[in-house]
T-cell receptor
Framework: GESVGLHLPTLSVQEGDNSIINCAYS??????FIWYKQESGKGPQFIID?????DKRQGQRVTVLLNKTVKHLSLQIAATQPGDSAVYFC????????FGTGTSLTVIP | KAGVTQTPRYLIKTRGQQVTLSCSPI?????VSWYQQTPGQGLQFLFE???????NKGNFPGRFSGRQFSNSRSEMNVSTLELGDSALYLC??????????????FGPGTRLTVL
């Protein structure tokens, strides 16, 4: 069946460093992807999205890269801050949204 | 614009009881999806509604049901609660739904504890 997965369940980075969170998907028909951030006790918060006609999209301190050849996308967070500590999910569309299991990012001050 | 709201935020029930959760989508959004989130399983899709019709359903037993009203508000119901139903239930809304490549926004969730 269709799936979206994240490569690492946990990631620790030093404050100020860049973070890279990876995600793989299986459905070639997915043409829209979203990254979400979920803080403890809260619902997932939209961070950035990308459509399949793009390879890269930039937001404020975040960049999403999409490699359709290997069905892989990544989220890059520049100058990671303590407030970035959260669980990050990728989601790909289809007849429903498919979510990865999440990467828990911890920022070390 | 107000975000997705869910009520109640917390619920404690006992096994065998039933529960109804409510979701109000972002104004103008016609699609509402429900998810169950548990530490071991991550986000699991329950169902998606669009214009009062269930458009898609995940792999959950018939004890889980939902509906959508003409104002796009949605409810989900779980009957005969089991301990394993303890989870965070999330509602998400979008203009037209996932198949349209539509951005989906989440509510804060309802934390259900079954004792």
């Amino acid at each position: 069946g269709e799936s979206v997965g994240l490569h690492l369940p946990t990631l620790s980075v030093q404050e100020g460093d860049n973070s890279i969170i990876n995600c793989a998907y299986s459905n070639s028909a997915s043409d829209y992807f979203i990254w979400y951030k979920q803080e403890s006790g809260k619902g997932p918060q939209f961070i950035i999205d990308i459509r399949s006609n793009m390879d890269k999209r930039q937001g404020q301190r975040v960049t999403v890269l999409l490699n359709k050849t290997v069905k892989h996308l990544s989220l890059q967070i520049a100058a990671t801050q303590p407030g970035d500590s959260a669980v990050y999910f990728c989601a790909g569309n289809g007849n429903q949204f498919y979510f990865g299991t999440g990467t828990s990012l911890t920022v070390i001050p | 614009k107000a975000g997705v709201t869910q009520t109640p935020r917390y619920l404690i029930k006992t096994r065998g009881q039933q529960v109804t959760l409510s979701c109000s989508p972002i104004s103008g959004h016609r699609s509402v999806s429900w998810y169950q989130q548990t530490p071991g399983q991550g986000l699991q899709f329950l169902f998606e509604y669009f214009s009062e019709t269930q458009r898609n359903k995940g792999n959950f037993p018939g004890r889980f049901s939902g509906r959508q009203f003409s104002n796009s508000r949605s409810e989900m119901n779980v009957s005969t609660l089991e301990l394993g139903d303890s989870a965070l239930y999330l509602c998400a809304s979008s203009s037209f739904g996932s198949a349209w490549g539509d951005t989906q926004y989440f509510g804060p969730g309802t934390r259900l504890t079954v004792l």
